[in-house]
């Protein structure tokens, strides 16, 4: 596709259920980052992937948070044992090269809910 | 660490007005970037404009312009011939220009515009 793709588009889980998000870069893109978007306010980093490298991951919030890059393309997101307040838009971007102003194209997003 | 604030939580226009949205920031970097994006409810955040610091002049996209001052860590949004598609959350960010950062973007809290016709 010609955009970043983010599934599923709506997720419900119950506490203490573990979760995968899925995200799919545009093509050729290097660089891709996961942010956290909170009800009213805006995205918070998570972690960047270069290639299947991952340079950074300071945002995660906790040790249940992990996510990968197995092949340099698609990223998959995982929380295990959720809590209610992981409930949030998670929020997928990529971007061509790292250096420069090389702008972050942004998915859908992917609304979680925790019951 | 760097911050982004933007102390409007909702602004108003009347259609084919003018808006200016405001945007401050704190860094002791001397080199990065600056970017409006755009969320509508389909969530996606749309690019809508970018600064680099290093230049003076201030950015234009069409009805879009920035009023960027760098002294004062200041980066407002001037929409121009407002439109009812212009409706949406409007999120201030800066990214780092530094070699050993990962580039990630720092948002502000968002602004709602709201649109009359």
């Known amino acids: 596709g010609a955009g970043v793709s983010q599934s599923p588009r709506y997720k419900v889980a119950k506490r203490g259920q573990d979760v995968a998000l899925r995200c799919d870069p545009i093509s050729g893109h290097v660089s891709l980052f996961w942010y956290q978007q909170a009800l009213g306010q805006g995205p918070e980093f998570l972690t960047y992937?270069?290639?299947?490298?991952?340079?950074?991951k300071s945002g995660l919030p906790s040790d249940r948070f992990f996510a990968e890059r197995p092949e340099g393309s698609v990223s998959t997101l995982k929380i295990q044992r959720t809590q209610q307040e992981d409930s949030a838009v998670y929020l997928c971007?990529?971007?061509?090269?790292?250096?420069?102003?090389?702008?972050?194209?942004f998915g859908d997003g992917t609304r979680l809910s925790i019951l | 660490a760097q911050t982004v604030t933007q102390s409007q939580p909702e602004m108003s226009v009347q259609e084919a007005e003018t808006v200016t949205l405001s945007c401050t920031y704190d860094?002791?970097?001397?080199?990065?970037?600056l970017f409006w994006y755009k969320q509508p409810p389909s969530r996606q955040m749309i690019l809508v404009i970018r600064q680099e610091a290093y230049k003076q002049q201030n950015a234009t996209e069409n009805r879009f312009s920035v009023n960027f001052q760098k002294a004062a860590k200041s980066f407002s949004l001037k929409i121009s011939d407002s439109q009812l598609g212009d409706a949406a959350m409007y999120f201030c960010?800066?990214?780092?220009?530094?070699?050993?950062?990962?580039?990630?973007?720092?948002f502000g809290s968002g602004t709602r515009l709201l649109v009359r016709p």
């Open positions: 971007a990529s971007s061509l090269a790292r250096f420069g102003n090389q702008p972050q194209h």
């Open positions: 860094t002791s970097e001397s080199d990065y970037y």
């Open positions: 960010a800066y990214r780092s220009a530094t070699l050993d950062s990962s580039y990630k973007l720092i």
């Open positions: 992937f270069q290639n299947e490298a991952q340079l950074d």
